[in-house]
């Protein structure tokens, strides 16, 4: 499989980026870990990073986090754009959320600027 970074058969690891429904409590035994907090009252967002050859998650990174009745909860309506964004080589990780928040991350999962706002929400 070509390499991304040099569009060739090159050896180098690939990794594939997945925003993702991550049902970690759906397992009893981790639900056991919160005590008495309900996971049905909240959404989050994050970004999950896996490596495709060994079948790992690489990285996740926490964005949001909305109670389940707000009228803005915490989505990722759309796959993240990944892009060399500041020219070192390794590609960043662009992704907005519901919130109107925009945010740039760097192939470790770290921020890269604060997170902006793209658009105001109004008060609701």
């Known amino acids: 499989m070509q390499c991304g970074r040099c569009h060739e058969d090159c050896g180098e690891k690939r990794e594939s980026l997945l925003p993702c ?19 049905g009252k909240y959404v989050a967002s994050s970004v999950v990073v896996f490596n495709l050859d060994t079948k790992q ?4 990174r926490e964005l949001d986090l909305s109670t389940s009745t707000a009228k803005v909860r915490a989505y990722i309506y759309s796959s993240p754009s990944v892009v060399d964004l500041d020219g070192d080589g390794n590609l960043d990780i662009l992704v907005g959320t519901s919130f109107g928040l925009f945010y740039v991350l760097d192939h470790h999962g770290k921020f890269e600027f604060a997170p902006c706002i793209f658009f105001n929400i109004p008060s609701l």
């Open 21 to 39: 429904d991550f049902q970690y409590y759906d397992n009893p035994e981790h639900l056991k870990e919160l005590g008495d907090i309900d996971v």
């Open 57 to 60: 998650v690489k990285w996740t």
